[in-house]
């Protein structure tokens, strides 16, 4: 079986035949969540033989803490009452 990129967002996506029949999809770029596009939509297209079937794929990116927590203009007041 043979699997191809054949429509959709090609621009952020590989994929790759894998020996077993099934492919990998992997980004050509840095996905990031803060960035304006968040869903991806591709189209598949798997053929054997004479028989050629097409997919929908949808990518959707999920948020994730990378970046460590600062504070600005932090301030601690401490009152010690006895």
């Known amino acids: 079986m043979k699997f191809q990129l054949v429509g959709g967002d090609t621009a952020y996506f590989d994929l790759w035949d894998l020996d077993d029949g099934s492919f990998k999809l992997r980004t050509k770029l840095w996905l990031d969540y803060e960035s304006v596009k968040?869903?991806?939509?591709?189209?598949?297209?798997?053929?054997?033989?004479?028989?050629?079937?097409?997919?929908?794929?949808?990518?959707?990116?999920?948020?994730?803490?990378?970046?460590?927590?600062?504070?600005?203009?932090?301030?601690?007041?401490?009152?010690?009452?006895?």
Do not use: C
């Open 38 to 82: 968040k869903n991806f939509s591709l189209e598949v297209q798997a053929s054997s033989a004479h028989r050629i079937t097409k997919a929908t794929v949808i990518v959707k990116l999920q948020d994730s803490n990378d970046n460590r927590p600062t504070l600005e203009n932090f301030v601690v007041i401490v009152n010690n009452y006895e």
